[in-house]
T-cell receptor, first 113, second 112 residues
Framework: NAGVTQTPKFQVLKTGQSMTLQCAQDMNHEYMSWYRQDPGMGLRLIHY???????DQGEVPNGYNVSRSTTEDFPLRLLSAAPSQTSVYFCASSYRGPSEGYTFGSGTRLTVV | QQQVKQSPQSLIVQKGGISIINCAYENTAFDYFPWYQQFPGKGPALLIA?????SEKKEGRFTISFNKSAKQFSLHIMDSQPGDSATYFC???????????FGAGTRLFVKA
């Protein structure tokens, strides 16, 4: 099925642990982004990419790293997990174009204890 | 710094009524204004979108009204149905298409 695939769906981490949230899309989309969703705060942009090898910071990048070695994959790395990173994480992708909206993955619910 | 402000936070509407959600933006460099619908446990899904050279766009029961001078846009859901109960997010994408910023969301509940 064409779309955005996120793994894992759920994850519990201990403070200080690191992990990678995976995101893959099979639609040949140029744009990919990572958002976190917290109650009352909507979706906040963490990092985004406009193509393979090109990434940039969003609104809340601290504590996260990204890379984009292929068009399909855009992993998000938590370097040293903190309780403040407890959230639902969404990956999204879109074509490059004036009227293109995002296709979102189903999310990863992360709890840091 | 929230560049897109959305209201209300929550909304209860009777079946058959009109649901209205409002958003205001600050950055004049935005050039694309989508609305997303999210059901519990799912990712947001694109519902309807508008570009600033148009004042209104209608798709079925969903209409976006856009006021460029006031830097405001709104979503109207006509004949609201219980199946419309979801969280709605407005968003704005900056010129060049590199970043999309979201509002805080509105939880809509349509009473049967």
């Amino acid at each position: 099925n064409a779309g955005v695939t996120q793994t894992p769906k759920f994850q519990v981490l201990k403070t200080g642990q690191s992990m990678t949230l995976q995101c893959a899309q099979d639609m040949n989309h140029e744009y990919m982004s990572w958002y976190r969703q917290d109650p009352g705060m909507g979706l906040r942009l963490i990092h985004y990419s406009v193509g393979a090898g090109i990434t940039d910071q969003g609104e809340v990048p601290n504590g996260y790293n990204v890379s984009r070695s292929t068009t399909e994959d855009f992993p998000l790395r938590l370097l040293s997990a903190a309780p403040s990173q407890t959230s639902v994480y969404f990956c999204a992708s879109s074509y490059r174009g004036p009227s293109e909206g995002y296709t979102f993955g189903s999310g990863t619910r992360l709890t840091v204890v | 710094q929230q560049q897109v402000k959305q209201s209300p936070q929550s909304l209860i509407v009777q079946k058959g009524g009109i649901s209205i959600i409002n958003c205001a933006y600050e950055n004049t460099a935005f050039d694309y204004f989508p609305w997303y619908q999210q059901f519990p446990g799912k990712g947001p899904a694109l519902l309807i979108a508008i570009r600033p050279d148009v004042s209104e766009k209608k798709e079925g029961r969903f209409t976006i009204s856009f006021n460029k001078s006031a830097k405001q846009f709104s979503l109207h859901i006509m004949d609201s149905q219980p199946g419309d109960s979801a969280t709605y997010f407005c968003a704005a994408r900056n010129t060049g298409g590199f970043k999309t910023i979201f509002g805080a969301g509105t939880r809509l509940f349509v009473k049967a």
